[in-house]
């Protein structure tokens, strides 16, 4: 099965900072890379995601790039703000058409 | 659009009993519909996967007498913990998925927590 691993596990920046998460995944069929963000007692929410064709996309402050090389994909936020201040998790879909989590990152913003 | 929605979002329990979670979307059709686990400061485990009509599909480790899942409609499944007890006290998130348009988007409720006294 799918093998994740994400990178590093928490993260504390200075807001206005850039913060950069790293996924890495085992299954060279998988062919769609999403990110989420999730706050406290909620449930995860779809924040970006990239497909296989394509190797960097944006949406405002933040980006996702993809090296299926390398098998791994991270998530950029340039300019960070407090509402930024959540777990982030990666979760490939591969060849089981399944969205495996990654372990998360815990995102604090210092103001 | 693409909500999910979960009720109730949270329940108190007794050891032994039944408790049955509703994880519904709201404005879409789902042919598959996911139900994970999440415990305190954890990731989300993948418990089973359920399309439309036929059985659930369970994680390995997961006890398919004890989680009844039934996906009976487009948009709605219900995940059932049978005879529960306190170890099973958790996060319990559903996500859906829309009809396939080769799309692969899943969309999560905001979750169920559960604690079994």
């Known amino acids: 099965g799918e093998n994740v691993e994400q990178h590093p596990s928490t993260l504390s920046v200075q807001e206005g900072d850039s913060a950069v998460i790293k996924c890495t995944y085992s299954d060279s069929a998988s062919n769609y890379f999403p990110w989420y963000k999730q706050e406290l007692g909620k449930g995860p929410q779809l924040i970006i995601d990239?497909?296989?064709?394509?190797g960097e996309k944006k949406d405002q402050r933040i980006a996702v790039t993809l090296n299926k090389t390398a098998k791994h994909f991270s998530l950029h936020n340039t300019e960070t703000q407090p509402e930024d201040s959540a777990v982030y998790f990666c979760a490939p879909v591969g060849s089981a058409s399944k969205i495996i989590f990654g372990s998360g990152t815990r995102l604090s913003i210092r103001p | 659009g693409a909500v999910v929605s979960q009720h109730p979002s949270w329940v108190i329990c007794k050891s032994g009993t039944s408790v049955k979670i509703e994880c519904r979307s709201l404005d879409f059709q789902a042919t598959t519909m996911f139900w994970y686990r999440q415990f305190p400061k954890q990731s989300l485990m993948l418990m089973a996967t359920?399309?439309?009509?036929?059985?659930?599909?369970?994680e390995q480790g997961v006890e398919k007498d004890k989680f009844l899942i039934n996906h009976a409609s487009l948009t709605l499944s219900t995940l059932t913990v049978t005879s529960a007890h306190p170890e099973d006290s958790s996060f319990y998130i559903c996500?859906?998925?829309?009809?396939?348009?080769?799309?692969?988007?899943?969309?999560f409720g905001p979750g169920t927590r559960l604690t079994v006294t």
């Open positions: 996500s859906a998925r829309e009809v396939d348009r080769g799309r692969y988007e899943q969309y």
């Open positions: 359920s399309n439309e009509g036929s059985k659930a599909t369970y």
């Open positions: 990239i497909r296989s064709n394509v």
